[in-house]
């Protein structure tokens, strides 16, 4: 009986310490930061399954959305309110494209790259537009140089 509870015990403190070593990214939506205006900050996030992403709003007039193609297999698209704190784990691995709707154009995009992403090709070939395919070039070059 000792034995079965010891076995037990050993099994919890390992899945806890699994949650632990999950990683929280803050992510700024912000109307001016280091690369001009209307962007996230940082807008390129390597992370591991299970870390989370939390998008604060440091500016008004934002929100956080999946951009279709640009999700790995499994993952439900998403999309907050404005003006919301928005938490985002990231449980599978793969590319994850984000943008902000009103602002997409003027380039308000990020990449999370998850473990090792299986759907970059897919994530890849979505057609950007604006100041986003710009923005989205320098994001892939950092998701190569992380590699």
């Not at 803050?26 to 390597?46: A, I, T, Y």
Request: with cysteine; hydrophobic share 45%.
């Amino acid at each position: 009986m000792r034995k079965a509870i010891l076995i037990a015990a050993m099994m919890a403190t390992a899945l806890n310490a699994g949650w632990a070593n999950a990683a929280e990214f803050e992510v700024l939506m912000l109307n001016k930061g280091e690369k001009g205006g209307m962007v996230f900050e940082p807008d390129f996030v390597k992370a591991a399954p299970g870390d989370t992403l939390k998008f604060v709003p440091t500016d008004k007039g934002h929100n956080v959305e999946s951009i279709k193609g640009m999700l790995p297999d499994g993952v439900e698209k998403f999309k907050s309110k404005f003006n919301v704190e928005y938490v985002l784990t990231v449980d599978k691995e793969g590319l994850y494209g984000i943008k902000c709707s009103p602002h997409y154009g003027m380039g308000m995009i990020a990449l999370i790259a998850v473990g090792t992403p299986t759907n970059e090709a897919d994530a890849k070939a979505v057609k950007q537009r604006g100041k986003a395919k710009k923005r989205f070039e320098e994001a892939f070059a950092q998701y190569e140089a992380s590699k």
